[in-house]
């Protein structure tokens, strides 16, 4: 059942040009769902997508990538694939790392549009009419995100988004606060374009921004960016205590910084500058006392800044699907 999949190779880059892209009035859905250790929730997601309204003539496929669970996961994704009469895929990632994960995804995606949706999101059942009808109306548009609200309100009001003011992706601050990881959808072009996520990031690795930095680079790479509150999701992350917050403050200030090292060291000065201000900030925060994590959000941000530059930035990036010109994103036959 499962296919295992561990990185773009040369072979598969030779396999893409045999294929030939989806021809249809109607665009074709590669819904992607990354996942790990969580087979009582992705089965709850799976459920929910056979609540889904699906426009007349819009096809819909399902890939499952499994980042290396130890958990009942693949028996889920049998039951999936019996469900969905084969429109199920699942592939298992051994390789640590949701921008890895994500990345896999998009290699057997067949769709003009890929939609990304975490396995701990639940998603309102005129989610896919929503991206379909803001796809259709914009040909200029590159990417989509929407409105999270949390699934139980017992839980923290963290990675929500609950704005109702649809809003254009405009500057670099935008790409860790307007946006919502959780749920978004691109077009095929623009993933290309830039070359997937970079698989140095993500859950799984010691820097979560994998989002943030694909934001921000279709951004660079001329996309247009819209948030619409009408694409309509509930996060179930059930994160209720301070550890569980300061855990996600400190994962997220870590990514930052490594984003911030990423587009530094490529000479990107918007997110230098964009650098700078943070830092000032969170320093200004801190001796006025208004800072709501105090010293150690500061060293977090450094740490991260400091891990990757020493890590990655400091030399040539040469290998990995976000170094080439040319991501392995498999077109339809």
């Known amino acids: 059942m499962a296919s295992r999949v561990s990185s773009f190779g ?55 990538v499994d980042n290396g669970s130890t958990d009942e996961t693949p028996r889920i994704c049998a039951l999936g694939e019996e469900m969905f009469g084969g429109r199920l895929r699942y592939f298992f990632a051994a390789k640590p790392g949701v ?32 991206i379909c009808q803001q796809f259709a109306a914009d040909a200029e548009l590159a990417l989509l995100s929407g409105q999270v609200q949390l699934h139980d309100p017992l839980d923290l009001p963290l990675t929500i988004r609950t704005s109702t003011t649809r809003r254009s992706f405009d500057c670099v601050a935008d790409a860790f606060s307007l946006l919502a990881g959780c749920h978004f959808a691109v077009r095929r072009q623009f993933v290309e374009k830039v070359s ?30 819209v948030y619409e509150p009408s694409m309509f999701v509930w996060h179930d992350h059930g994160r209720r205590s301070t550890a569980d917050k300061c855990g996600i403050v400190r994962g997220y200030m870590i990514g930052r910084g490594a984003f ?34 105090g010293w150690p959000s500061l060293g977090w941000l450094l740490r991260g800044f400091a ?16 170094a080439r010109k040319g991501l392995a994103v498999m077109k339809p036959s």
């Not at 057997?108 to 939609?115: L, N, S």
């Open 99 to 130: 921008g890895h994960a994500r990345n896999m995804g998009l290699a057997q995606a067949r769709g003009d549009i890929f939609v990304f949706i975490d396995d701990d999101v639940v998603p309102r059942h005129d989610w896919l009419t929503v």
């Open 260 to 293: 911030y090292s990423k587009h530094v060291f490529a000479r990107d000065k918007s997110v230098l500058q964009a650098f700078y201000w943070e830092l000032t900030g969170l320093l200004k925060a801190l001796f006025r006392g208004t800072s709501k994590y």
């Open 10 to 64: 040369t072979s598969a880059r030779h396999r893409l040009a045999r294929h030939s892209p989806h021809q249809s009035s109607k665009p074709m859905l590669s819904l992607i769902v990354c996942t790990r250790n969580r087979s009582a929730k992705l089965w709850h997601l799976l459920r929910a997508f056979q609540s889904l309204e699906t426009p007349l003539g819009t096809t819909v496929e399902f890939i499952v």
């Open 196 to 225: 997937g996520f970079d698989s140095h990031f993500g859950a799984g690795t010691p820097f979560p921004v994998e989002d943030s930095d694909f934001f921000y680079r279709v951004w660079r790479a001329e996309g247009k960016l």
């Open 307 to 322: 891990s990757h530059t020493l890590t990655y930035a400091w030399r040539p990036r040469r290998s990995g699907p976000v």
